[in-house]
C-alpha cells in the first residue's frame, strides 16, 4: 500500500486550500484513512478520518466546521478540503489507512493505521 499525499503550499490566514491523498493497492472504500498534522515541535495529532466500510467522518475539535475529508467513488483518493485557515493550521500534513474501520475512539491514533504517506507541509502565514 502506497500513500502519496499533494497540494500543501503556502496560503494566508482565511484561505483555503486541499489536500489530496492517492492510496494504491488497498483495498478502496473498505480501509480507513485519516489525515494527520504535525507542527514543528509538537506531537503527531489525528486531524480527520473517514472510516472504512460506513464513510463515517471524524474531525478534531480545532478543525470542525473548517475542514472537510471526503473521498472519490472508489476510495482511491482521499481529500482534505481546508477552509479558514489559521497560523496554528501550519504543518506537515500526513495521510494514513488501514484496512477496515477503527473505532471511534482510535481514530486520532497513529498506532491504529499501518500504511502512511511521507507528509505535505502547509504553511499558513501572512
Known amino acids: 500500500v502506497q500513500l502519496v499525499e499533494s497540494g500543501g503550499g503556502l496560503v494566508q490566514p482565511g484561505g483555503s486550500m486541499r489536500l489530496s491523498c492517492i492510496v494504491s493497492?488497498?483495498?478502496?472504500?473498505?480501509?480507513?484513512v485519516g489525515w494527520f498534522r504535525q507542527a514543528q515541535g509538537k506531537e503527531r495529532e489525528g486531524v480527520s478520518c473517514?472510516?472504512?466500510?460506513?464513510?463515517?467522518?471524524y474531525y478534531a475539535d480545532s478543525v470542525k466546521d473548517r475542514f472537510t475529508i471526503s473521498t472519490d467513488n472508489a476510495g482511491n483518493t482521499v481529500y482534505l478540503q481546508m477552509n479558514s485557515l489559521k497560523p496554528e493550521d501550519t504543518a506537515v500534513y500526513f495521510c494514513a489507512s488501514t484496512y477496515g474501520p477503527v473505532h471511534s475512539r482510535n481514530w486520532p491514533l497513529s498506532e491504529a493505521y499501518n500504511y502512511w504517506g511521507q507528509g505535505t507541509q502547509v504553511t499558513v502565514s501572512s
Open positions: 473517514i472510516r472504512g466500510g460506513d464513510g463515517r467522518t
Open positions: 493497492g488497498d483495498t478502496g472504500v473498505a480501509s480507513t
